[in-house]
């Protein structure tokens, strides 16, 4: 490829649909448009510099302010010269640190996921006790008006907090915690205001009756809380001590929201080893022994925060909280013992699951893209959205129970039937006393109290088959048209609800040739519809054994995961790689797509290469960051600083920033590299926390400063990870992904050449881009 062609490309553009030009004037105009969207409603661009113009071709409507995170170390003099003055007692104070930072981490989240549960039962509790009240006393209409209107006025608050506060803590959050660990810096995700949200948004939206979780959004705020952690202090509020400026980089960063991710887990399911599990398979990019052990802990803490609580909750001082712990389901009562007859049954879930968790997945697609539109238009329709499922919602709720038939209470029982004034699986709507209404115990209880209602063991007649299909009918269709609003909702307990009430269902339809449980079935029935949705195996085994308290059941929940999740690959993708998609984050696959072996580095670099000598000119530094979004920009030595050209590194745009600011600029073109060794030290061009860092506007350069020099070569990072041009895109693809790259410099193969010949960084790996430059490429071959 000629050299003319090659560019560093700007890591926060990417690529959609529609073509049009720009300049570079509407391009900024465009990105500060965008930058208080939701970025759920965004989607990537592509931006294709052209040899013979200054004009930029834009692929899409939607600039999306994306960059990836520099997870590589800059090995430079500064940072050489810090590290070789550290102590002793700095690097025992930097270990302590990360532990203590675990431990906060696991207080953090337990501390809020005991918050969210108290929460929930008690503003859930009240709601539905104040409905049954007036069900009680026939009065009918008020009881519907009761219900359906503290519902609408829970969920137009949420919507109201995400519509204007923190667009970004709609939906779950796992997609964009697993993109974060990828290495994508999206806007906003885990910013103090999203946790916010996401905390009292999650709460609110599960209260008002919404068929959604608390689960998902337990690992976004996690997340949250240990980058707010992670920040290494504050510069604005002066809470900047120097011991935590070793926290002021994204690998350390990477690590804590790692352990926040499985605390999250760990809070909403009680789950510490499932939470590890999850991280390790489904949320991290990277992982080391290290990291496992600081995660474990973390979970652990979780875990016994939790208990505490829970066992001060048993004394009654947690207003409606149940007694039963947070959604702890226990079924270990139930005989596990299963012969060839329940295998077969096993495996029948196991398929059914695949194909009912694929097609949950496209409807969640189409609806997610539908919703996405509607979002667009602003606050005001978002809430309308909100508030519309919400009477649907509501409808269904109250309306559907009143098809089932009163179903008169079983004899010794060891609860009271018909259930008053708490949470129970009998409930009596409008039946007389002594009769219960199976469809109100499933549908007029919070989602965590209907999934103990359907995992409950010996209790084969409790609902009506007939029930059963309506139920699972509604939370089917539920879940999907809900998920894609703007509040947080997580999709595990809307899948593990329609999945337990499948699983019964099948249980009743095998009840002649099977001999387990019917709240077994119930259980692996959530299995085989969790791994046909999120296609997850291992984690998701150890959190259902972690719920259920029940070691038996391993060899079954194993086999009807790994059925349910072959069979739906066959279908679609996860639905967390389908929402990643959606939302346009550049998420790196961790396998090479077919296509790629039949290209090689230098076929997707592209435009003009931008260069800086090592000692440069500022007015030439200055116009490159004006002219350009690139992050990274490769640094030549040419004579008389070298014998021929040679690449000495990659210089960071944060960087350049930070030199040009501090002014250690002469006059001659010399190396003075031991002055900027005595004026700057490795902390001030740490990472800033939340995009705080300096500003091209904060820069003020006289004009006879434009024709000084500054030398660049303290901060360059000279040991950048290069491939040569001919390598293969696939073997390419697979090393910047599991180093954690951001920028890789593609270096000619033979000699009398210039010394680079471009600039990969995520962008270039997207099937899009690369789809984009060679049409003709079959995709699948």
């Not at 050299?3 to 990105?31: A, F, P």
Request: charged share 20%; glycine share 8%; net charge neutral.
């Amino acid at each position: 490829m000629d050299q003319e062609k090659n560019v560093n490309q700007s890591d926060d553009v990417h690529d959609i649909e529609n073509e049009g030009l720009l300049d570079g004037k509407e391009i900024e105009r465009y990105r500060s448009d965008v930058s208080d969207k939701n970025l759920s409603n965004t989607k990537p661009l592509l931006v294709k510099r052209t040899n013979t113009t200054s004009q930029i071709a834009i692929v899409g409507a939607n600039v999306c302010p994306i960059e990836s995170l520099d997870y590589e170390i800059i090995e430079n003099e500064l940072f050489k010269q810090d590290w070789r003055s550290r102590k002793k007692i700095q690097i025992f104070q930097y270990v302590l640190l990360k532990w203590a930072f675990a431990l906060l981490i696991g207080l953090g989240t337990g501390l809020v996921g005991f918050f969210n549960n108290i929460a929930v039962e008690n503003i859930a509790g009240f709601k539905l006790l104040l409905t049954s009240n007036l069900m009680s006393e026939d009065k009918y209409f008020k009881a519907f008006a009761a219900y359906a209107g503290c519902n609408v006025g829970l969920a137009a608050a949420a919507a109201a907090l995400c519509a204007f506060i923190a667009p970004a803590a709609a939906g779950s959050g796992i997609p964009e915690v697993k993109a974060y660990l990828n290495g994508v810096d999206a806007y906003s995700i885990l910013a103090p205001s999203t946790l916010f949200v996401k905390i009292f948004g999650s709460v609110l939206g599960v209260s008002a009756g919404f068929v959604v979780g608390k689960e998902g959004p337990m690992v976004h705020t996690g997340a949250c809380i240990a980058n707010l952690l992670g920040q290494g202090g504050s510069r604005k509020y002066h809470l900047t001590w120097k011991w935590l400026r070793y926290f002021k980089n994204d690998r350390d960063r990477r690590d804590m929201i790692t352990c926040g991710a499985a605390a999250g887990v760990a809070a909403a399911f009680r789950a510490p080893v499932g939470g590890v599990l999850f991280a390790l398979e489904e949320a991290a990019s990277w992982w080391r022994s290290a990291l496992l052990w600081r995660t474990f802990f973390t979970t652990a803490v979780v875990a016994i925060v939790l208990r505490a609580f829970i066992q001060y909750c048993t004394t009654g001082k947690c207003g409606l909280f149940g007694e039963g712990g947070l959604i702890m389901y226990d079924v270990s009562s139930a005989n596990a013992t299963y012969s060839a007859p329940d295998i077969l049954a096993v495996i029948f879930l196991g398929i059914i699951g695949g194909i009912l968790g694929s097609i949950y997945n496209y409807f969640v697609d189409k609806v997610l893209r539908t919703y996405s539109i509607i979002n667009e238009r602003g606050a005001v329709l978002k809430i309308l959205l909100v508030i519309t499922i919400s009477l649907l919602t509501s409808c269904c709720s109250f309306g559907l129970p009143w098809i089932a038939k009163c179903i008169p209470c079983p004899t010794e029982l060891s609860v009271s039937c018909p259930t008053v004034g708490k949470s129970g699986n009998y409930k009596s709507f409008q039946c007389p006393s002594g009769y219960y209404n199976d469809l109100a115990s499933l549908f007029l209880n919070t989602n965590d109290d209907a999934i103990r209602n359907l995992f409950s063991t010996s209790t084969k007649k409790e609902f009506h088959i007939s029930s059963l299909f309506i139920f699972f009918g509604a939370v089917y269709c539920l879940g999907i048209i809900t998920y894609g609003i703007a509040i947080p909702s997580g999709l595990f307990i809307p899948v593990i609800l329609a999945g337990a009430c499948y699983g019964r269902l099948v249980g009743r339809l095998f009840e002649s040739i099977s001999s387990l449980d019917t709240g077994l079935f119930a259980l692996l029935g959530a299995a085989s519809f969790l791994g046909g949705t999120m296609r997850m195996t291992v984690s998701l085994c150890i959190i259902l054994l972690e719920l259920t308290n029940d070691l038996l059941l391993l060899p079954l929940v194993m086999l009807v995961l790994l059925i349910s999740k072959t069979v739906a690959d066959n279908f679609n993708k996860g639905v967390y790689d389908q929402i990643l998609k959606i939302k346009g984050l550049p998420y790196l696959e961790a396998h090479a797509e077919p296509y790629m072996r039949h290209l090689v580095a230098r076929d997707v670099v592209s435009g003009p290469l931008v260069t800086f000598s090592g000692v440069e000119q500022v007015g030439n530094i200055l116009h490159a960051l004006r002219t350009t979004g690139h992050n990274g920009f490769p640094v030549i030595d040419e004579p008389p600083f070298s014998e021929a050209p040679e690449l000495c590194g990659v210089v960071l745009r944060s960087h350049l920033l930070v030199l040009l600011k501090g002014k250690n600029f002469s006059m001659d073109r010399v190396v003075t590299g031991d002055d900027i060794l005595q004026r700057f030290a490795a902390f001030d061009f740490a990472k800033a926390g939340s995009g705080k860092g300096i500003k091209l506007e904060d820069l003020d350069i006289k004009v006879e400063e434009m024709e000084m020099y500054i030398d660049l070569h303290p901060i360059i990072n000279a040991s950048p990870y290069t491939v040569v041009e001919t390598m293969s895109l696939a073997k390419a693809a697979i090393l910047f992904r599991q180093l954690g790259l951001r920028h890789m410099c593609v270096v000619p193969k033979s000699q009398g050449r210039p010394p680079i010949v471009g600039i990969l960084t995520r962008h270039d790996f997207m099937p899009e881009h690369i789809l984009g430059l060679y049409p003709h490429i079959n995709p699948d071959k």
